[in-house]
């Protein structure tokens, strides 16, 4: 049996110099030291500026330093100026315009309108000759004794007997209160005067709407009206 050289293929431990890690490692922590301290250098003077609104716009100044290679005090210096301006409309006043005076006019009184009655001093009252003058005139309708007394007791209560009667709220006229006084004229012109001519459209009248005198008279007494 031959024999054979084995030959180790492990690498061969490596050899490293005392120091010289230690130093690349202080080297490197040195150079960031310096590059913080460069960017620190180039932002230690920032200017800070705030809008206001409504008014120009505030400024201020930061200043600051920073030891080098030390954490330290910092120092601050602020320095600013805010502006402001208000403006109002501008009025005027004026004085308050005075009431025109109120003219009251009295009224005037009106004039008394014509009533259009008819005139009661154009005629003389008689009540005896009118009683007498209608007396005959009932009896040739046969109204006699009672009916004749229903007749005095009814137009004593309108008239009293007066040919010149005159009931100045209705115009109302004459012995039989005719309603106006111008329907007698149907009997005479002379209505306003003339008995014997009231006392002939009264009689006409009863005779037409009630029968006779008794008939009248019960209706007046009843509703005071016939």
């Keep these: 049996m031959s024999k054979h050289l084995e ?7 490596r050899t490293r110099a005392r120091g010289v890690g230690r130093r690349t490692t202080r080297i490197g922590r040195a150079t ?3 590059a913080g301290l460069a960017a620190v250098g180039a932002t230690a003077f920032v200017t800070v500026v705030a809008p206001n609104l409504g008014a120009p716009p505030a400024s201020a100044t930061f200043q600051g330093s920073f030891a080098q290679g030390s954490v330290g005090s910092q120092s601050l210096e602020v320095s600013g100026s805010v502006a402001a301006s208000v403006f109002r409309d501008g009025y005027t006043a004026k ?3 005075k009431p025109e005076p109120v003219i009251i006019q009295a009224a005037t009184p009106a004039k008394a309108a014509d009533s259009g009655c008819p005139d009661p001093s154009a005629a003389v009252a008689d009540a005896a000759t009118a009683q007498a003058v209608a007396l005959d005139l009932a009896a040739q309708r046969g109204w006699t004794g009672e009916q004749y007394d229903a007749l005095i007791a009814l137009w004593s209560r309108e008239s009293g007997w007066r040919v010149n009667a005159l009931n100045k709220s209705s115009c109302a006229y004459g012995i039989p209160q005719a309603l106006p006084g111008s329907k007698m004229a149907s009997v005479g012109d002379d209505w306003l005067t003339n008995p014997a001519t ?3 459209w009264g009689l006409n009248y009863i005779q037409g709407r009630y029968g006779d005198p008794v008939a009248a008279l019960a209706h007046s007494d009843a509703n005071h009206w016939y």
Excluded at 7 to 13: D, F, G, N, Y
Aim: overall charge neutral; glycine content about 0%.
């Design 32 to 34: 960031l030291q310096l």
């Design 95 to 97: 004085e308050a315009p």
């Design 7 to 13: 030959v180790s293929t492990r690498p061969a431990p």
């Design 198 to 200: 009231q006392i002939t």
